[in-house]
């Protein structure tokens, strides 16, 4: 089975394995010197600041940048990613029978309280209060009904990772960055005065929580392609 899989990896926090077919890219390129570079490029990295890219904004959308430039500028039948410290389940993969219709996510992480107060403790509410906003104003395609299941229940599949068929993974490319577009442009200006790291880059943990919501309603978002859930560890 040809598939690939981009381990989202940064300046200082590089892959710690390898799996599968697995291409490493730096996010946040565009900040790096050219003599690093010239480093991580003799060890065939890719970087995050070639072709279509937003590798700019990756003080602010983390591993997202990473994720835009596999959408962007990849061609892989099956493609997904991972990152530098977590990895897909060798033995979970492996016994996939993949379907040209099916999305393969990052299995659940379940937290001792709801996933609105667990992100809002530990990344600030801003994120979700501008998540309301932009559904108030109809900005992104949520309802205040959809958002409200965040106050009700207590898991999310974490870390961005997921991996399917080319057509598959570019669809919820397509609607994850729509709804990640439109917070960035409504915050970007308040962004740079945030001081704490994880609240500056609260967009970049905020998508964990709007995957979350989409693979709730796949059908409404994603038509009939199915959610499978895939294991996963963190090293």
């Known amino acids: 089975m040809n598939y690939t899989f981009y381990c989202n990896c940064f300046q200082n926090n590089v892959n710690k394995f390898t799996q599968f077919n697995q291409k490493n890219l730096i996010c946040g390129s565009s900040y790096l010197s050219n003599e690093y570079k010239q480093i991580l490029n003799n060890k065939d990295f890719l970087f995050d600041d070639t072709g279509d890219n937003i590798s700019y904004v990756n003080p602010w959308l983390g ?3 990473g994720l835009y430039w596999v959408w962007k500028n990849t061609s892989d039948e099956i493609v997904g990613t991972n990152q530098y410290r977590r990895r897909w389940l060798n033995e979970s993969v492996e016994n996939l029978k993949f379907n040209e219709k099916t999305l393969y996510v990052s ?4 937290f001792d309280e709801t996933v609105y107060e667990q992100f809002s403790r530990c990344h600030g509410e801003i994120g979700m209060l501008l998540l309301y906003e932009a559904a108030r104003q109809k900005k992104i395609p949520f309802t ?16 961005n990772m997921f991996f399917g068929y080319r057509t598959v993974f570019d669809k919820v490319c397509s609607v994850l960055f729509e709804i990640i577009f439109e917070i960035y442009n409504g915050s970007k200006y308040a962004l740079p005065y945030i001081q704490n790291g994880k609240q500056t880059r609260m967009i970049a943990f905020l998508s964990e929580r709007i995957l979350t919501l989409l693979y709730l309603h796949s059908k409404q978002y994603f038509g009939d392609i199915e959610i499978v859930d895939v294991g996963w560890e963190m090293l």
């Open 63 to 65: 591993d997202l940048t």
């Open 144 to 159: 205040i009904e959809q958002l409200d299941v965040l106050k009700n229940f207590n898991y999310l599949s974490s870390c």
């Open 107 to 110: 299995a659940p992480f379940k």
